[in-house]
């Protein structure tokens, strides 16, 4: 095998990594649990927002530059960084973070330890976090060497058992838009937004590596997403009809969490849940650490060293630590309404990007992403506050408002209209030249 595809390998398997985080798991189960023979059509939807989205995300990141903030650049500046700490937010003190401990508790500690409350779980939990991320070292990339292959091995015998032996027959549930059902579930893992930062990584990794021609760079990162791609696909895709055969066994109203240890109790037996509790859990603590030195040091750049990395630290640690203590499922009540407006915005940029070279003004992005962010902010206030009544019912009557895309021809329109107005401003500018 030559350097070059070697390092494909290994780069798209660190991708992968990266990529999964072990608070995922609890979406796939209980998509196939509530779709049951309809399982395809639900995993197709949350497959394409996780991995698809992503992976097309650290490409059209890896097109427009390579960082974090080159996601959004044609828009304007500042809106590319507002978006990038809003993301790095979203994926870091906000909801992720707090999800691995919450999901720590609930996986390994309630179940055995049930007398042991949720805050004690989450001090000691993000005590853990604080030292392993504060003082940056091998600790966290040893552990996550054995963690991941190891999970690794565990789920794919899981999946496998679940294709031998079944734990039941896939039941009929009620008619449903599987597909939009599935598509909204994958905002849930939040990869998508994470997907700029994620190609600024594996393009350091690329260059310390030795490769530094762009076009060499974009054609690696093109092959090592593929690589990641194909893991998260086989993992989720598993996983999602591993919860399809307990359909008629379990009821979809059940805890995610909780939905997810039922599983994997009855294809692996109870010995397999608590091996399976171990690793998820260690896995939760170094996503954890991961993500708040991420975040830390994004924030600690931005602001050219005026935030110092250990302080925001400590103020990621703390803000997570208040959080977790939503659990599971109020995270992700929570996380909604937030990732159902950002995501239209995300979806639109990064397919623009990978079409940038087709566009030549910055303000049709400007246009795609306006049309795309009102109408997700309009409809996510409205299911939330039960306001904007009026706006509403003219979205109601937008094309694909049925299938969950209602945001799609006005981010089409606003970017002709847009573009159409560059054109007219620039030729009168130019007339009067």
Same mark, same amino acid.
């Given at each position: 095998?030559?350097?070059?595809?070697? $390092?494909?390998?290994?780069?798209?398997?660190?991708?992968?990594?990266?990529?999964?985080?072990?608070?995922?798991?609890?979406?796939?189960?209980?998509?196939?649990?509530?779709?049951?023979?309809?399982?395809?059509?639900?995993?197709?939807?949350?497959?394409?927002?996780?991995?698809?989205?992503?992976?097309?995300?650290?490409?059209?990141?890896?097109?427009?530059?390579?960082?974090?903030? $080159?996601?959004?650049?044609?828009?304007?500046?500042?809106?590319?960084?507002?978006?990038?700490?809003?993301?790095?937010?979203?994926?870091?003190?906000?909801?992720?973070?707090?999800?691995?401990?919450?999901?720590?508790?609930?996986?390994?500690?309630?179940?055995?330890?049930?007398?042991?409350?949720?805050?004690?779980?989450?001090?000691?939990?993000?005590?853990? #976090?604080?030292?392993?991320?504060?003082?940056? +070292?091998?600790?966290?990339?040893?552990?996550?060497?054995?963690?991941?292959?190891?999970?690794?091995?565990?789920?794919?015998?899981?999946?496998?058992?679940?294709?031998?032996?079944?734990?039941?027959?896939?039941?009929?549930?009620?008619?449903?838009?599987?597909?939009?059902?599935?598509?909204?579930?994958?905002?849930?893992?939040?990869?998508?937004?994470?997907?700029?930062?994620?190609?600024?990584?594996?393009?350091? $990794?690329?260059?310390?590596?030795?490769?530094?021609?762009?076009?060499?760079?974009?054609?690696?990162?093109?092959?090592?997403?593929?690589?990641?791609?194909?893991?998260?696909?086989?993992?989720?895709?598993?996983?999602?009809?591993?919860?399809?055969?307990?359909?008629?066994?379990?009821?979809?109203?059940?805890?995610?969490?909780?939905?997810?240890?039922?599983?994997?109790?009855?294809?692996?037996?109870?010995?397999?849940?608590?091996?399976?509790?171990?690793?998820?859990?260690?896995?939760?603590? #170094?996503?954890?650490?991961?993500? #708040?030195?991420?975040?830390?040091?994004?924030?600690?750049?931005?602001?050219?060293?005026?935030?110092?990395?250990?302080?925001?630290?400590?103020?990621?640690?703390?803000?997570?630590?208040?959080?977790?203590?939503?659990?599971?499922?109020?995270?992700i009540n929570v996380a909604v309404p937030v990732l159902s407006t950002i995501y239209p915005v995300i979806i639109v940029l990064i397919l623009m990007?990978?079409? $940038?070279?087709?566009?030549?003004?910055?303000?049709?992005?400007?246009?795609?992403?306006?049309?795309?962010?009102?109408?997700?902010? #309009?409809?996510?206030?409205?299911?939330?506050?039960?306001?904007?009544? +009026?706006?509403?019912?003219?979205?109601?009557?937008?094309?694909?408002?049925?299938?969950?895309?209602?945001?799609?021809?006005?981010?089409?329109?606003?970017?002709?209209?847009?573009?159409?107005?560059?054109?007219?401003?620039?030729?009168?500018?130019?007339?009067?030249?």
């Amino acid at each position: 095998m030559s350097k070059k595809r070697k $390092d494909i390998f290994i780069v798209g398997f660190a991708l992968f990594a990266i990529f999964f985080g072990a608070g995922n798991l609890i979406f796939p189960p209980s998509l196939g649990v509530m779709s049951g023979k309809h399982w395809v059509l639900a995993a197709f939807g949350f497959l394409l927002t996780d991995p698809v989205l992503p992976i097309l995300g650290v490409i059209a990141t890896s097109k427009a530059g390579g960082k974090a903030e $080159d996601l959004g650049k044609r828009v304007g500046l500042t809106f590319s960084r507002t978006l990038g700490a809003i993301s790095i937010l979203v994926v870091g003190p906000l909801f992720s973070i707090p999800r691995t401990a919450a999901t720590t508790y609930e996986i390994a500690i309630q179940p055995n330890l049930s007398s042991i409350p949720l805050i004690v779980t989450s001090i000691i939990f993000f005590v853990l #976090t604080y030292l392993l991320a504060v003082n940056q +070292g091998n600790v966290i990339d040893r552990i996550g060497k054995y963690l991941t292959p190891v999970l690794l091995i565990i789920l794919t015998i899981i999946i496998i058992v679940s294709i031998v032996n079944p734990i039941g027959p896939k039941a009929e549930p009620e008619p449903n838009n599987y597909f939009l059902i599935g598509f909204e579930e994958g905002y849930q893992t939040m990869d998508a937004l994470g997907a700029s930062l994620m190609a600024g990584i594996v393009l350091t $990794d690329l260059t310390f590596r030795g490769y530094k021609d762009r076009k060499e760079q974009e054609y690696m990162t093109n092959r090592a997403g593929l690589i990641a791609g194909a893991l998260l696909f086989f993992i989720y895709g598993g996983l999602t009809y591993a919860g399809a055969t307990g359909s008629s066994v379990f009821q979809p109203d059940m805890p995610r969490v909780e939905l997810l240890l039922a599983v994997i109790n009855e294809i692996l037996g109870s010995a397999g849940a608590i091996a399976m509790s171990l690793v998820v859990s260690l896995a939760c603590l #170094t996503t954890s650490v991961g993500l #708040t030195a991420t975040t830390a040091n994004y924030f600690n750049d931005i602001s050219k060293g005026k935030i110092p990395y250990k302080l925001m630290v400590v103020a990621v640690v703390i803000c997570s630590l208040f959080l977790s203590l939503l659990g599971v499922e109020g995270l992700i009540n929570v996380a909604v309404p937030v990732l159902s407006t950002i995501y239209p915005v995300i979806i639109v940029l990064i397919l623009m990007t990978l079409f $940038d070279k087709y566009i030549p003004s910055g303000t049709t992005y400007t246009g795609a992403v306006l049309g795309a962010f009102i109408v997700s902010l #309009t409809i996510n206030l409205n299911q939330t506050f039960k306001i904007l009544n +009026g706006p509403m019912e003219l979205i109601k009557k937008l094309p694909l408002y049925e299938n969950g895309f209602p945001w799609i021809v006005p981010a089409i329109v606003l970017s002709i209209l847009f573009t159409l107005y560059s054109k007219f401003k620039h030729k009168k500018g130019g007339t009067k030249v």
